[in-house]
Structure formats: C-alpha cells, structure tokens
C-alpha cells in the first residue's frame, strides 16, 4: 500500500484519554532496559550514580565530555529517567552561602506575611522561595556567580537541553514533620488540568518533556527519613502519564514500588520532567531538609516575535464583547476562541509567582481566559482593561521594583 494511503491510524493513537491509560501498560515499560553505563560509579536501586569528582577529568575534556553528555542523555531518555550526581559541589562553600542567603529571605518573606505555597503539597510545614534564581543574584551577585559556576550542572543541562538553556529555580525547605507531595509529572503539562492536557495531541505528549529539565541541589544531608525525593524509575516512558498520574490506581502504584536515595550537601538529582515523582515526608525530628529546586528550559520554547498582545487585547475586545451579545449558539463562542488564541496569550507562564500564585489550581489564569472569563460576565471594556494591566503588573518582573 502506498505510504499516502495508510490510514492515520495505523500511525499511532492521535489523542490520550484519562480514561483509556492502562496501568497494565505502564507497569510493563519499568523494566530496566540493561544498556551499560560506562560512567556510572554506581547504581542504586536501579537509579545511576554518578561521581563528579572523579569525573572532573572527563567534564573538562570535549570530547570525553560529550561521550559523558550521550549517556546521560539516554538515561533521561530511555533508561531510570533519573540520574544522581555526587559531589556536584566538591566544595560546598557556595551552596553553604547560598543557604545562608535563602534562609534570610524566608525569614524576610514570613516577616512581610507571604508564603510560598506548593503545587502538589498543602501548604504549612514546608517553605517555599519562588524566583529564587532572581532573588539570590539581586541579594547577592558573588554568591549567585560562585554557585552556578558549576561545570556538572552545566553539562547535565546541555545533554537534555542543547546550549542556550534558560535556569530558573525555587528553593523548597521541608521542615519535621512536612508532608509529602502527591505523585505528579512535572511542567509544561504536567502543570495542565486533566481536561486541558487531553487537548493536546498525543506527539506533544511525547516532545513536553524535551522541553524542560528537572533538578535539585542537596543544601543539606538528606537521609530517606527526611523525605528526599520519591522516585518511580523508567515511567518517564509511558507516552499517556501525563494523564495517568491523577489516578488513584497509577498514584497506589507509585506509592507501593517508589524508591528514595539519601544524597549528602552538595548532591544534586537531575530528572526527566516525564518522570513520577513527589517529594517525601519529613519524618525526622530535627533535620531541616533544604533543595534548590532546578527548573530548566529548553531555548527552543519561545516566539520569534514579541508583541504587544495587552494592547491587541483591548483592541478587540469590545468588537468581541458587542458581537457576542448579537451572536447566537456555538459556532459563535467558537469564532469568539478563535480570536482570543490569535491575540491573547494564552500559557499563564513564566510569571512572577510571588505576585501571580497558582490559587486554586497548578497555574495561575492566562490571559486568554482572563479574556473568556470578562466575556462570560460581559465586563465593560474599561473593567477589562484594567484586569489585563493588574495581571500585567502581577507577571512583570520589573513592576516588584517600581
């Protein structure tokens, strides 16, 4: 049969459907696919262990470098989609000080009553700093430099991401007694509700987590007992887990086979967005477990153009809103949608979290359905326009300045 003429089905599933993930499946991609680790100094349940000192050789050497970059690539990939890397921070002098700076921000944030709270955790017990990465090089520039002057993590990123990745980072302090997260997926939909992300064909299921890069620096012993990340090796595989990890049946499963490794001050995890994980509870009495929460994207995500889409969006929006009264039935609301995606933007990220929190849900509101929301309640333009400049000055960087 001619390639044209092959049914479009025959070429794989176009859309996923919460409904239709099978835990059966998923269960039978977390074999461990046996490939050989040429740099790994150890594997601990069934997780790679790398150990940056002994490969600093390595890391400074191009060629050798990129032979390292391959394999951590694979196993993000199609391996535990998890890796380890020991004394990424040989010298811990940089993470000492930029714990010493993190913690004078909580104290300032608590002192000023804002409070981070988690996506995937109550909030109470645990700290967070969101934009950390902003605030600790404002706060402090010769710490911020001594601490992302780290050849390992600048490798790890490359061989997930390519050159002209983008960092950000927030810092998550657990104190006793903090709970633990839910199993989840991480950003871009990860971040989706289950109705949003079924929108999305299935080969964007497939490239989100190509996008971004997970990571986290240890800032202080982590012993399993104070919760250190829980971890379900090789389910970065299952094409349908960003619809999966809701379900009671797929979360039980993860609970019941998850695994945990300790990681000293100065370790740092790195893992495939698409993995399974939560971080755990902190069952200890005294240890106050600290990560800096790496989040790191992909340059490729972003928009040739930079438009002024406040300004496109109080332009149309009264033609909009006058023909919506005179409309009738859904071909209408759906010419409506058509015009909102083409000029309001329509992903609430990246936004200043401090300012913009995702109440009530994993994100904030975009201000496409800013846009959907004023025209369900048929806000007066004027209302309108001053909604879009609050959110603007909610996600704007610069405005915490002014």
Known sequence: MDRRETPVADWGRQWYLESECSLEA?????RDDGSPLHYACDVRQRIPVYDCAALEGVLHDTPQRAQLQAEWAHVLRDGAGVLVLERAYANTRPVDDATAVFESIIRAEREQGTSG???????GANDRIWNAQQKLCLEAP?????????????????????????????????????????AHRDYHLGFQTIEEAQRFPAHVHRVSAFLTLQGAVAHSDMPVESGPTKLLPYSQRYAEGYLAWR????????EAHCVQLPLA????????????????ANRTAGVQRMANLLQVSSAMGRAMEALDRTSMCEAV???????????????????????????????PFPTNLDRDPPMGGLAPESQQALMQRALREDWEPGRFAEALRVQGARRDPASARR
């Open 247 to 254: 379900r009671a049946d797929f979360r039980a499963y993860f």
């Open 317 to 347: 929006y009264p033609v909009l809103r006058e023909r919506r009264r005179n409309g009738l039935g859904d071909a209408v609301d759906l010419a409506t949608a058509a015009v909102i995606a083409s000029c309001a933007e329509g992903y």
């Open 117 to 123: 709270a988690d996506h995937f955790a109550k909030a």
């Open 26 to 30: 998923f269960v039978n991609l977390l």
């Open 265 to 280: 001050r100065g370790d740092a995890l790195f893992f495939n967005p698409a993995l399974f994980h939560a971080a755990g």
């Open 142 to 182: 010769a710490v911020f430099v001594d601490y992302f002057a780290n050849l390992p993590l600048m490798a790890v990123c490359e061989a997930w991401l390519g050159p002209c990745y983008q960092m950000t980072s927030q810092v998550n302090v657990v104190r006793p007694g903090g709970a633990a997260q839910e």
